[in-house]
């Protein structure tokens, strides 16, 4: 069994390196993000609730939150394992995943904030296949144009530079007390994650350390 939380602000690369670790240990990598957009996308009346919190920089409510990934982590796939990504992100939703799930290893990422806000803002989205780009790290062959499909690269509203200020302001005011509830726990590791996407293995190297060791 492997049930690891990744905590770290937004931007800071927890995506990133638990795509990797999830394809390497063969567990899925739940993003409650990606779960919150897909119900966006969906035009459900939970997405409609939600996009009003994404769109403002706010943290999607607690109890909306916790049920979504309890229902999420209840399937098949997640018998052996898994990695969670952007949950929880208080005490409160902390509190709540003790009561359905023992997690193992927390990997806490840091980042100094110039560089997550640069990493965040530059990004662009493929508004046909969802393709992520960035305009410093990962341009398009073509300005705005996608790739892969051909589509329309777009700034999401998350990451306008105001917005993604506004983010961090949140995080660091009800997230990052979770670094000390879990670290008071025993299980936290901190990843320093300040590494150019091209030297993601040194983030990785200290990821398989942890769990190793945890």
Request: with cysteine; hydrophobic share 35%.
């Amino acid at each position: 069994m492997m049930n690891i939380v990744l905590l770290g602000a937004p931007g800071v690369g927890k995506g990133t390196c638990a795509e990797v670790l999830a394809k390497k240990h063969s567990i899925p990598h739940i993003s409650s993000g990606d779960i919150f957009r897909e119900a966006v996308a969906g035009e459900s009346e939970l997405g409609k609730k939600v996009k009003q919190y994404l769109d403002r920089g706010e943290l999607v409510p607690d109890e909306l939150t916790v049920e979504v990934i309890r229902q999420r982590l209840e399937k098949d796939d997640c018998k052996k394992g898994f990695l969670l990504d952007g949950f929880p992100r208080t005490i409160a939703q902390a509190e709540s995943l003790k009561k359905f799930s023992k997690i193992d290893h927390i990997l806490n990422f840091t980042a100094v904030k110039k560089l997550i806000v640069e990493r965040l803002s530059g990004r662009r989205t493929c508004r046909k296949c969802g393709a992520i780009y960035h305009i410093k790290y990962f341009p398009p062959k073509l300005e705005g144009v996608c790739d892969k499909c051909g589509g329309e690269l777009y700034q999401r509203s998350d990451e306008a530079p105001d917005v993604v200020m506004k983010r961090l302001a949140v995080y660091e005011e009800q997230t990052k007390p979770l670094i000390d509830y879990y670290r008071n726990e025993g299980t936290l590791t901190d990843i320093d994650a300040n590494y150019p996407a091209e030297e993601i293995g040194k983030i990785i190297e200290q990821c398989e350390e942890a769990i190793k060791n945890g």
